[in-house]
């Protein structure tokens, strides 16, 4: 068993817009130190899932890199009960809101009939409270089956706060500590002047190995092994000196499925559905292709009204990009990270995981959409910024023919949840004028609905 102090530097990131073509996002700047995760006294028993009903969820996993007719989590926590979250999808009538989802929901239908749109759906949490959910548009361009709260996207880089997560986990349990030099744990990662031996498992989650942005992702894309790849990173030149800044990877990343299948010994797809996915009742959640297309319903990604085949690259470094859901588990994830399913992620944990840890360096002009941003900075597969003088959370994502963001605030525990596939960036204006809502701000036409509206268009 192994320590579970974590010393680790922390600091400040910037929000760029993903490119459409891959999954990434920019960012950059060091910090100081933190702690790393205590372990977790509770009072709880974990009960063993036996039910019939329960091991339905956990061979609904069965589309991961396991076997799942022959797990049977043995020991893993109570699963969140689908009636305490269930809500019924739609505007909801009762009130008082924050948000007004009748305005909100004109405003979608509107948004997915733009020429570069397809199919989109969103979950609002109030309060630590799932208040509204909904699918918009079509699963395919040209065709009728619609995008419905249970119909299946692509997450993209939002993955990397599942990968933090559940490394914290595992960090809480002994398994591995977050201040282990990441060779301990995931011997391909080769980096410059053997920075593997220096650069932490946290530093790692931060994006702190010190080499230059998306490294290698190229050649992850051709279809190049990543274990591979990442023996090759060595022979890079250092962008920084390991530990001190931040540079966006996927390929070196994914070193935390590595970890994860070095510390537990089991593939990192049923400790995902193991310790995360089935104890929080996301029984859409999967990391592979297989999982998104043996989904009942799954949205096709696409370049405006084009259908992409699915593209498997990022599907090969999981911790980077590889999780699957519908947008109402990805509204429980939300809710999760929030504080809503303490028996799961202990706030203690959560703390870690949210923890500002590096600046970053603008890489790219601002976005539109990140004018009232400020103070941004990224924790452990998590941006933390201001919006407006709030402090929020979150991440955006983006591979081939898909899109994705979760923001929330901490404090009145309020969040957006958003996927759409296609590689329109204009939903992005959705989260802007929901979080003007949560704050009481004047309405403003982030979307550009209203201008196109007064233009004939």
Known sequence: MHSNAAGIRSGTPIVADADPKRDILHDTRPGPADSGVSRARRSW????????????????????????????????????????????????????????????DERLTRLVGEDDMVGLAIAVVEKGQIS???GYGVTQA?????????TVFRWASLSKGVAATLVAKLAEEGRLSLADPISRWAPSLKLPGNGQDVVAVADLLAHRTGI?????????????DPHQIRTELGALQAYCKPGTCHTYQNVAYDAASEAVVNATKRPYA???????????????ATVTRAGLEASPSWARPHVGHRTLKVSDAYY??????????????LGLWLRAQMGGEPQVLDPALIQVIHEPRVDVERRHARSRYDRDVTDQRYAMGWRDMKYAGHHIVGHRGAVAGYRSLVFFDPE?????????????GKPLGVQNEVFDAFYGRPFEDWLELDKKRKQGR
Not at 212 to 224: F, I, M, R, T
Not at 270 to 284: D, N
């Open 45 to 104: 028993k974990r009960a063993a899932l036996i039910g019939t009903g329960l091991f339905a969820v956990a061979v609904g996993y069965g589309y991961a890199t396991f076997d799942a007719d022959k797990w049977v989590p043995e020991r893993a926590v109570r699963p969140v009960s689908p009636g305490r979250i269930a809500i019924k999808p739609g505007v909801p009538t009762a009130g008082p809101h924050l948000v007004d989802y009748k305005r909100l």
């Open 132 to 134: 509204f959910v909904k």
């Open 142 to 150: 040209g065709g009728d089956d619609r995008v419905t709260t249970g």
């Open 212 to 224: 230059v942005h998306n490294a290698y992702d190229d050649k992850l894309e051709a279809g190049e």
């Open 270 to 284: 049923e400790m995902v559905a193991r310790k995360l996915f089935v104890p929080l009742g996301m029984t859409s």
């Open 316 to 329: 090969h470094v999981p911790a980077a990009g590889g999780v699957n859901s519908s947008i109402f588990d």
């Open 412 to 424: 009145t525990k309020n969040g957006v949840a958003m996927l759409w596939n296609s590689q329109s």
